[in-house]
């Protein structure tokens, strides 16, 4: 059997915390081969987003081409789209190729607040491309965008997910880390009426760059190696928590996540270390 081949369709990170870098690092380490197709190029580190450069169509495409006519993709996300042009096109692959396991994190805004997704292209990304995904992953304010429900609450949250359902999306993965509380809590639901959560301690940290794109690759990593959705949320949960537990205190903003932490974690783990982890994980830094 060959390694699962997992592709990203994502903007480029410098700052390698969040998109294209954040997505392949994940394939790595969840044990898939990463290929990518870029969107656009952000000049980006900790402090925020200085600039952006969005792929030329015929590039865009070029790419798109190159690995839909070589490789047997057992997964895709789709991050950062830019713009209208983008997604559609992003979408023409998708059916010309009959790309399996489409993950969207439908990325709209950088954390440090710099739009990623033009306002006229979220119809586009509801029109066109959610029908064809098996798992849509909002964060609370994209989920709001994409419904134009306030989420204040467990029922408005419910009521937004129901909503997006009714649009013909397959299932949504509505992501907590916005939301106030002791935990962060995912909540699950699909057409079938299948439903469940992932909970966490919510960590008081800053280093929280790329955390969507991170746990949505880590799900598409988990479905392309056969693994149901539940589990595969479920282990991309437990991923993202050891990525924000373990950060690595890079750049002097919001730093990004420890890709490598789950696996150290595990590693250490079966290996029946019983010591202090801390010192393994925090490279000497101070918190
Ligand atoms: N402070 C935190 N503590 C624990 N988990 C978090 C925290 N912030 C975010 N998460 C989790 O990280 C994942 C990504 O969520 P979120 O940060 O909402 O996405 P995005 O990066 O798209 O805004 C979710 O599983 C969420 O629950
Ligand atoms: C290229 C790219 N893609 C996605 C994000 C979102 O990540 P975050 O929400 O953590 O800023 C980003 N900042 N840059």
Redesign the pocket.
Known sequence: MTVPQVLTI????SGG????QADLKTFQERGVFGLSVLT?V?A?NTLG?QRVGVVEPELLSAQLDSIGSDFQLAAVKT??LADPFTIERVVEAVMTYSWPNLVVDP?M????G?S?LEQQAIDTLKQLLLPHSVLVTPNTPEMELLTGIPITDDSSARRAMESLLETGVYAVLLKGGHRKGPTATDLYLDQTGKEFRLSTPRLDTTQ??????TFSAAIAAELAKGNSMERACGTAKQFIQAALAYPLHIGSG?GPTHHAAYRLFEERKEAGVNERTESVFHYGHSR
Do not use: N, P, R, W
């Open positions: 994502a903007g480029s990170d915390g969040a998109g294209i656009a952000t980006q987003v991050g950062m990325v805004v950088a954390k440090g710099h990623l929280t760059h790329g955390t969507g794109c919001h």
